[in-house]
């Protein structure tokens, strides 16, 4: 049953993962800025390898919460504890990286899809070799792609490539912004199911915002529904929906 | 200090208000002559005639007062103009964080090393009546280059909050994030002044020359000091530009690298940005 109690909605996915530690948890997560609360004291733990969707209508503070998850934004009052650690101890470049972010629109910088890519490791002092950038393209369904200036693409394909350019960077959590919302029907299933592989292959905890719920019924294993910055229900993913 | 004053007040003076009277005569005309146009700007054209004419007397008294006086005086004096400058590229500046003080750093910054680089290597003659007439043209001119600096980095970073914050999630450091923003802005504070150093001689030719020819130096040697000027000029813009977005760079960001600089309403990406860490 779907419940706001966040330790009900832990144990029963718990159970359906096989319970496995905690990846992510937030602690009476608020943010509010001039007086409006955005974020309202929420608690949710989130595993390894569960996808956790978010669902609630427009402005009903779903990206604000997903940008608190990875410190884009500062909390106002909780925070986040990360692999067990509190976030704010953690560096946030260094949080980032293990944090990984898709957002709704891909916001990808001028050059080409290999500079794209090799961004992300460039901040850690890495160098990408162009067989891994061969390989995230090949993996996120753009062989040959490399040399492409991202102008030319299409909405679907900027998609794929700011999720391969979030990959290189190999985050254990991937935090998903709508990612298919401003995509095509055609473009948004390819994405979904893309997302999909690649999350299970990694084995990646993934928090993901969709306003779809039949696309959190085929993605995650727990929904968590927020209504004015709380959240207000909270469960395996078919049972939230069904009670919604 | 009075017999100076007088000295000022003697006959070359009645002369220069005798001229400033036909200068004054043929704005009117000017102005009665838009106004057949249906463009008023009568009440302006007298009202900044008026506060034309008293404010350059009254900075000729000063200087005329002043002219003798140590140089810490003429520096004194530059320090209060840039706290004016200050005052006005702070006003431009909307929606920038403290932009007064910040301002008031990066115009001292780029005056403040350029004209004491002039006067060690002998470039600015040591005397307040020099001093402060060409330190107060770097004053103004860095005034500008902050408000520009300022103004273009805002708006850089506001139509670009995505890539920006599309850096920061991928673990850039805010340096990084919007280091072609702070590109494009001291680009944009440079560019006047470039092009008043690309056109100097061909499309004007200015004050300091003609004061000096006028005053019977050698026109070469006048042409070669106003090259150095506007030089210098370009110089302390250049330093402006860099120490006012550095400065800003540092307040648009949280300690825990977030954004803090949004747009108050969402805009559309604007094609064209070169990315983090990319040439424009």
Redesign the interface.
């Known amino acids: 049953m779907p419940t706001n109690a966040t330790t009900q909605g832990i144990l029963t996915a718990s159970a359906a993962l096989g319970g496995q530690g905690i990846a992510l948890e937030a602690k009476h997560l608020s943010r509010a800025i001039a007086g409006k609360v955005l974020v309202d004291d929420i608690s949710v733990q989130v595993q390894p390898g569960e996808i956790l969707a978010v669902v609630g209508p427009s402005g009903a503070g779903k990206s604000s919460f997903l940008r608190l998850l990875n410190r884009l934004d500062e909390p106002t009052g909780g925070t986040v504890f990360f692999q067990g650690q509190d976030y704010r101890t953690i560096a946030p470049q260094t949080l980032r990286r293990r944090v990984g972010m898709v957002m709704q629109m891909a916001s990808l910088f001028p050059g080409t899809v290999a500079d794209n890519i090799a961004f992300g490791p460039r901040q850690n002092q890495k160098t990408i070799a162009p067989e891994q950038i061969l390989a995230l393209l090949g993996r996120v369904g753009l062989p040959g792609y490399k040399d492409r200036d991202v102008s030319h693409l299409s909405g679907g394909e900027a998609q794929r490539v700011s999720l391969a350019r979030t990959l290189a960077n190999d985050p254990v959590v991937l935090l998903l912004d709508e990612p298919t919302s401003a995509l095509d029907d055609a473009s948004e299933r390819g994405i979904e199911g893309l997302l999909l592989s690649i999350i299970r292959e990694r084995q990646m905890t993934c928090v993901m915002i969709t306003h779809d719920m039949p696309q959190a019924t085929r993605i995650a294993h727990r929904t968590m529904i927020i209504e004015a910055g709380k959240m207000v229900a909270i469960g395996l993913t078919e049972e939230v929906l069904r009670a919604g | 200090m009075l017999a100076e004053v007088m000295h000022s007040l003697s006959r070359d003076v009645l002369e220069g208000f005798a001229q400033a009277g036909v200068a004054i005569g043929l704005c009117l005309v000017v102005a009665l002559l838009c106004r057949r146009f249906a463009v008023h700007v009568e009440r302006e054209t007298v009202v900044s005639l008026a506060r034309g004419l008293a404010q350059m007397t009254l900075v000729g008294l000063i200087l005329a007062l002043l002219l003798q006086r140590h140089l810490l005086v003429g520096g004194f004096i530059l320090l209060a103009m840039t706290g004016a400058a200050a005052l006005t590229a702070a006003r431009r500046a909307q929606g920038i964080p403290d932009a007064l003080r910040l301002s008031f750093y990066s115009i001292a910054a780029g005056s403040g090393i350029v004209v004491a680089g002039m006067l060690t290597t002998g470039t600015l003659a040591a005397n307040v009546a020099t001093l402060v007439p060409v330190g107060s043209m770097i004053v103004a001119n860095t005034m500008n280059a902050c408000a520009q600096a300022l103004e273009r980095f805002r708006a850089e970073v506001t139509a670009h909050v ?2 920006v ?9 805010p340096a ?1 994030a919007v280091a072609p923003c702070m590109e494009r802005a001291v680009y944009a504070s440079l560019l006047p002044r470039l092009d008043m150093l690309k056109s100097l001689g061909l499309v004007w030719i200015p004050g300091v020359m003609a004061g000096m020819v006028v005053s019977g130096a050698s026109p070469l040697y006048a042409g070669i000091y106003q090259f150095v000027i506007v030089a210098m000029i370009l110089a302390a813009s250049g330093i402006t530009g860099l120490v006012a977005t550095l400065l800003i760079r540092a307040r648009v960001f ?1 300690p ?4 803090l600089l949004r747009p108050s309403e969402p805009r559309p ?1 604007v ?8 040439e424009a």
């Open positions: 995505g890539q914050e599309a850096g920061l999630a991928l673990g850039a450091d990084v949280s825990a690298a977030q954004l990406v094609a064209g940005y070169a990315g983090p860490g990319k």
